[in-house]
């Protein structure tokens, strides 16, 4: 599957879709993620981006150089760009039942405000920094394949950070809990999970 099918496949994800995307060139992340948040926000929904290896300010400027109207979309609450720190590791730990909570609460948000569902994506590479692989794949878990919350999301993984931990079955691992896997780069393609 070619840039082109990747991107069609992301505008076009539905609600409890959880998907994982493996990258390993911020241009390819930024492409996708920055494509799949648009079409959101072009559809009325509201979007999320948890920034966990660029800051919140490169990921913004990053948008703008996409064509997303980061200011008009932040001030009328559909967008926000979100420090890690501030959502997956909260005083230093992390805690599942409180990330989860977050989600429904950023999602009964938009739809109090009227949005038309919430998009998510998360950058995953901060577990990986902090040690916290073992409360990442817990995480990836309780998510389950097909999102309980009727959000959309997509996890970011750097296939380079994640090839650091030098344990193969962890790509499986992370793999199993999603529905779809992406993998941008030469060889990329959207490959439907079993």
């Known amino acids: 599957m070619d840039k082109e099918e990747i991107i069609k496949f992301v505008r076009e994800m539905k609600a409890t879709d959880h998907v ?10 930024h492409l996708v993620l920055f494509a799949y948040l648009k079409a959101g926000l072009d559809q009325g929904a509201a979007a999320a981006y948890v920034a966990g290896q660029e800051t919140p300010e490169e990921i913004r400027e990053g948008m703008r150089r996409f064509g997303v109207d980061v200011e008009r979309f ?4 559909a967008l926000r ?8 590791i909260v005083g230093g730990s992390f805690d599942i039942s409180r990330t989860m909570e977050m989600w429904k609460k950023l999602y009964d948000e938009a739809l109090a405000r009227r949005f038309k569902g919430l998009r998510v994506t998360g950058e995953m590479a901060c577990f990986f920094e902090n040690g916290m692989v073992k409360e ?9 394949r097909a999102l309980e919350l009727p959000i959309t999301a997509i996890c970011a993984y750097d296939s380079n950070v994640v090839a650091k931990q030098g344990r193969g079955e962890l790509f499986l691992d992370l793999i199993k809990a999603h529905r779809t896997v992406i ?12």
């Open 74 to 77: 932040e001030k009328s609450g």
């Open 183 to 194: 993998l941008t780069g030469p060889q990329g393609g959207v490959v439907s999970s079993y």
């Open 81 to 88: 760009v979100i420090d890690h720190w501030d959502w997956y």
């Open 136 to 144: 990442l794949i817990e995480y990836e878990k309780a998510l389950h």
């Open 20 to 29: 994982i995307m493996f990258y390993s060139e911020p241009e390819d992340k």
